[in-house]
């Protein structure tokens, strides 16, 4: 039976497992990427790891995302990631130098190879032909170490487009079309593999436009072929020699197929506020616009910027409109401003913002109170761009240039002439803002500025582990109570000692000077615990103020994982009874600890009351020798001795 283009990529790069729907398998990764948000953190794991030189193929360190530099603190997380991958093997793109997605594109991408990142739309190198995943910190570090990516196999799901988009519909208006029909959870547990005539019209950009969207689908990620228009992609990018056919088999089989009739689309729009909220643009035209935004690492490429321009040429910005458009890379800044076209979009208006993220991580232009912003992004959740009260439209970049002109969400079919865009025979190749890895390591030294502290390491798990209760928390509560991160806390990222006084403040201020005083202890939970994000801070602040011991009636899944990560028992009631019976103070004891682990089942002795509690301890076998290690890293390194 013929394999599909995911399956194979896949068997390249399998360590463990089979390709099974739904088991686990392991992968080995050729490369990675962090931004600057997630990236502090992946490199302090890292070195805590004592990985001398990373073991991938290619590792890129960006800096896109908090370019603003109000006070010391990011400028020492851009110097600490700067001369932390000069150190150890990893390439790092300066600020400036664009969004991580789009210069991996353009410059590190290659078709057939595994990319871990620690950003959710890492996907977008899918459209160059890779497996490209979005993960947490610690997976992106372990994978920079050479350790292997678990995941479980996912469906693949085959969407099929045939015919050809008509003028002015895009590759935007593919992706929101793939949102309406599978919705926002449409994609979990699966990959989305892009086949059928229709991709023979798509270039590389626009492949990567709907790979990147396919986060908005929860996907695991989305891929295109590596075909004759790769090829071109990489030859203008000077990288010919990175390419190599890479097609699904004739033969293939998918889980679930799509069909797409290229011909019947229109230009579409998501409402507020959900990326699945898919209409045409013909039928809700006439809304009043406040803003604009054309950027992200969603739609800012070339041909993006160049049919923009096209569309603004002599003409002016609407009155009542505020126009912002961020190039996604150097590269594309570069280019435009050397034919031209950046001056044809000065010219009309609009305001032009350094290559980076921007408006779509809310640094910066965040809209006024129940304005309608229209944005060419891919995420349109409520307060994202900084305004709750602020309505955000996704949308194509031609949409959105003819709607700064008019003031109001227009159909872009409206546009006379022609803007069509080929690719260029050669794109501007200047890396001048890219830092390569130093030949001299071990001359390098790694700045650390006083926001920089080192990531905290759990000890191997004791025979007995003892310890109060010292906080206990009703059902739902999700790792922003755990972790809160605002806008006042973000700058301290890679400051865990200063995050763990703001650990579970939510739900009791005393709660960090009560660990403290205490030397640590455990934590008392309802139904879901942890629930929300994958943030991992929300287990590194309780491992750093000493929580030996989580006991809850259940747990959210991720959250439950990062806890194992950093060595933390994760414990469930079995009789869920039992959790009414403990207050804080108690002191609890868990005895003959290790055996108890190994068997799945702990018994938790409450000293103060003498009673005793059951409790359950659901682990792989994996998972049991990363706790009785005392967390990942330590695994790790001690795979690494
Ligand atoms: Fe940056 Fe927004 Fe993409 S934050 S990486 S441009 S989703």
């Not at 806890?563 to 994760?570: D, E, K």
Request: with cysteine.
């Amino acid at each position: 039976m013929g394999l599909n283009l995911t399956q194979k990529i896949l068997k390249d790069h399998l360590v463990e497992g089979e390709l099974n729907v739904g088991s686990e398998i392991g992968i080995k990764i050729d490369q990675t990427l962090t931004q600057d948000s997630t990236g502090t953190m992946a490199y302090l794991q890292l070195e805590a790891m004592e990985i001398d030189q990373v073991k991938t193929k290619k590792s890129v360190a960006y800096i896109d995302h908090n370019m603003l530099q109000q006070s010391f603190e990011n400028a020492d997380d851009h110097k600490y990631i700067q001369t932390v991958a000069h150190k150890h093997g990893v390439y790092f793109s300066k600020p400036g130098n664009g969004i991580c997605h789009q210069v991996h594109l353009e410059r590190f991408g290659v078709p057939g190879e595994t990319l871990l990142g620690s950003d959710s739309h890492t996907p977008t190198n899918g459209g160059i032909g890779m497996i490209a995943i979005g993960a947490g910190g610690l997976d992106v570090a372990v994978a920079m170490g050479g350790g292997t990516y678990f995941i479980n196999m996912p469906k693949v799901v085959n969407v099929h487009l045939t015919g050809q988009l008509k003028p002015f519909v895009t590759a935007k208006d593919i992706i929101l079309e793939v949102l309406r029909r599978l919705t926002v959870k449409g994609g979990v547990g699966r990959v989305i593999e892009y086949t059928g005539e229709g991709i023979r019209s798509l270039s590389v950009p626009e492949r990567a436009t709907i790979t990147n969207m396919g986060a908005e689908l929860g996907a695991t990620t989305s891929i295109f072929p590596s075909d004759d228009i790769t090829k071109e992609f990489l030859k203008a990018q000077d990288r010919e020699s990175d390419w190599k056919e890479l097609l699904p088999d004739t033969d293939a089989t998918y889980d679930e197929v799509v069909e797409i009739n290229l011909d019947e689309l229109e230009p579409l729009v998501a409402l507020p506020h959900s990326p699945d909220a898919v209409e045409k643009v013909s039928e809700v035209a006439g809304i009043k616009v406040d803003q604009v935004a054309i950027g992200s690492c969603t739609n800012s490429s070339y041909m993006d910027l160049m049919k923009v321009a096209k569309i603004l040429k002599g003409k002016t910005v609407h009155k009542d409109v505020s126009l912002v458009i961020a190039p996604g890379s150097k590269q594309v800044l570069n280019m435009i401003a050397e034919n031209g076209a950046l001056g044809d979009i000065i010219a009309s208006g609009a305001r032009i913002l350094e290559s980076g993220c921007g408006p779509c991580i809310g640094m910066g232009q965040a809209p006024a109170n129940n304005a309608v912003s229209l944005r060419t992004f891919n995420r349109n959740f409520k307060g994202r761009c900084g305004t709750t009260s602020a309505g955000v439209y996704l949308l194509s970049p031609e949409t959105a240039a003819i709607s700064a002109i008019t003031g109001e969400l227009t159909d872009p079919r409206a546009v006379e002439g022609n803007i069509e865009v080929p690719m260029p025979e050669r794109f501007l190749i200047n890396d001048n803002l890219i830092v390569d890895p130093s030949t001299n390591p071990e001359e390098v030294e790694v700045v650390k500025g006083p926001n920089i502290k080192p990531f905290p390491l759990n000890e191997a798990l004791k025979e007995t582990v003892e310890g109060k209760a010292l906080i206990k928390v009703e059902d739902n509560i999700t790792t922003d109570h755990i972790m809160p991160s605002n806008a006042s806390l973000l700058p301290y990222r890679s400051n865990i000692p200063h995050l763990a006084n703001y650990c579970l403040t939510p739900c009791d201020p005393e709660f960090p000077s009560r660990a403290k005083e205490n030397n640590g202890g455990m934590v008392i939970g309802g139904d879901n615990y942890g629930q929300g994000s994958s943030r991992e801070h929300a287990a590194l602040a309780p491992l750093y103020l000493g929580i030996k011991a989580v006991i809850v009636k259940s747990f959210a899944r991720i959250h439950k994982a990062n806890l194992i990560n950093s060595g933390i028992l994760p414990l469930t009631f079995v009789n869920v009874d039992d959790y009414d019976k403990i207050d804080v103070d108690d002191v609890l004891e868990i005895d003959n600890a290790i055996d108890q682990v190994k068997n799945g089942e702990v018994i938790v002795t409450n000293k103060t009351k003498n009673e005793t509690y059951t409790t359950s301890i659901d682990l792989t076998e994996k998972e049991k020798n990363i706790i009785l290690v005392g967390g990942k890293i330590n695994f790790i390194k001690k795979q690494n001795a």
